[in-house]
């Protein structure tokens, strides 16, 4: 028996599963408790993949800027990234504006003449991806899948001196319902 008969039947079942799916904002008729399935799911967008399909509407400022903007500017609440406690203001600064230590050099001598304190910036370019965190609910009674993102992570990316890639940073959390269990 093949398999190749049964493939417009499962074009049929797959199209009726995603015509289920509701990807807006949870809606508010459905409450979360009813639901008969809940999954957390966690993945990673770039916005710098041309295959990622994120586009800005209407000439709008960018989401990952307004959301570093909000964060450093404290009208949006930073959590840490590994615990989910709170971020003081000192802490969000301390991502924005780090203070690293160089070592001196005595030109006239060639030895070290001691360690400088020195602040940057973060290198805004750079953060072009998010760590997301998404709830999934399923509503048997009207057979829906409902999503909502409940977390957003800006990562920087990381790289080395020959300019190949390291790897990603997580910067902090901002969480849009509470604060998620760990």
């Not at 760590?131 to 957003?152: A, C, P, V």
Request: proline fraction near 4%; aromatic fraction near 14%.
């Amino acid at each position: 028996m093949t398999y190749q008969k049964y493939v417009p039947f499962l074009w049929v079942a797959l199209l009726l599963t995603l015509g289920a799916c509701n990807n807006n904002q949870l809606s508010t008729d459905f409450d979360t408790k009813k639901a008969t399935w809940v999954k957390q799911t966690n993945f990673k967008v770039d916005f710098t993949d041309p295959h990622a399909g994120i586009k800005n509407i209407k000439n709008s400022k960018e989401l990952m800027t307004s959301i570093l903007e909000k964060v450093e500017a404290g009208e949006a609440k930073a959590y840490d990234y590994d615990t989910y406690k709170p971020l003081s203001v000192k802490a969000v600064q301390q991502i924005f504006h780090p203070t690293d230590t160089i070592v001196t050099i005595d030109y006239e001598t060639g030895y070290e003449a001691g360690e400088q304190a020195v602040q940057n910036d973060l290198n805004i370019p750079a953060v072009t991806k998010f760590r997301i965190k998404q709830d999934w609910y399923f509503d048997e009674q009207n057979f829906k899948m409902h999503s909502k993102i409940t977390g957003l992570a800006p990562l920087e990316t990381i790289y080395n001196k020959d300019n190949s890639v390291r790897g990603d940073r997580p910067l902090f959390w901002v969480f849009f319902d509470g604060v998620p269990k760990k």
